[in-house]
């Protein structure tokens, strides 16, 4: 009898999409790994937080390699998907509710068909 060995599954891109007025948008791209979410190079950020954004979030974003744009200069890693889309959106959120796939399903769907 042979086994047959089927190799892992890659994660999906993730994004978070936020528009804000007509034109801009905040758009952050990630992805979930066994060392936790990271949010990939080139992602956007919201300029602004909310009086009552996780401390957290705060304290990532004063270590974060942003440029002036709020654009990430390089991967992020976070612990979880809420800690990042805290990051990206300035305000608390779930983030298993907002990182979506291509197909508009959350990581939260995503995660209940595996």
Do not use: C
């Not at 086994?3 to 936020?18: K, N």
């Not at 190079?41 to 401390?55: D, L």
């Not at 983030?95 to 068909?113: M, P, Q, T, V």
């Amino acid at each position: 009898m042979i086994a047959t060995v089927l190799a892992p599954t890659p994660e999906p891109l993730l994004s978070l999409i936020l528009k804000q007025g007509k034109k801009e948008k905040i758009v952050a791209q990630g992805k979930q790994t066994n060392e936790g979410f990271v949010i990939i190079k080139g992602s956007n950020i919201k300029s602004s937080t909310v009086k009552s954004v996780p401390t957290k979030a705060l304290k990532d974003r004063e270590r974060a390699n942003l440029d002036d744009n709020f654009v990430l200069l390089e991967d992020m890693l976070f612990n979880s998907p809420s800690s990042a889309a805290s990051f990206v959106t300035g305000y608390a959120i779930n983030g298993k509710d907002a990182w979506k796939d291509e197909h508009g399903r959350s990581l939260n769907e995503i995660e209940k068909l595996e």
